[in-house]
Nanobody, 115 residues
């Protein structure tokens, strides 16, 4: 059974940068896409970015130009590089692996943007 673990969250000042990693362990086959979502307090989970197995990336409008998603297929890892962070980026960030049969989710990592 595959599992996802997010790493790299923390406290950062507005305008700062942070890099999140999501590492898959166990058996996850036929991955079609990897993605990041986030959930702020009192809000619904929202989509941040997706990268397909072919390498095509897409972003939510408010993250485009500030966030970059990438993946390392060999190590089954997906990254989210975040720059020019804003207070409103504060949230728990979750990674997601989509396969032919199901979605896998990590437990989330807290990102807090505050001065």
């Amino acid at each position: 059974q595959g599992q996802l673990v997010e790493l790299g969250g923390g406290l950062v000042q507005p305008g700062g940068s942070l890099r999140l990693s999501c590492v898959a362990s166990g058996s996850i086959f036929s991955i079609t896409a990897r993605a990041w979502y986030r959930q702020a307090p009192g809000a619904q989970r929202e989509w941040v970015a997706t990268i397909t197995s072919g390498g095509s990336a897409s972003y939510a409008a408010s993250m485009k130009g500030r966030f970059t998603i990438s993946r390392d297929n060999a190590w089954n890892t997906v990254y989210l590089q975040m720059k020019n962070l804003k207070v409103e980026d504060t949230a728990v960030y979750y990674c997601n692996f989509r396969t032919d049969t199901r979605d896998y989710w990590g437990q989330g990592t807290q990102v807090t943007v505050s001065s």
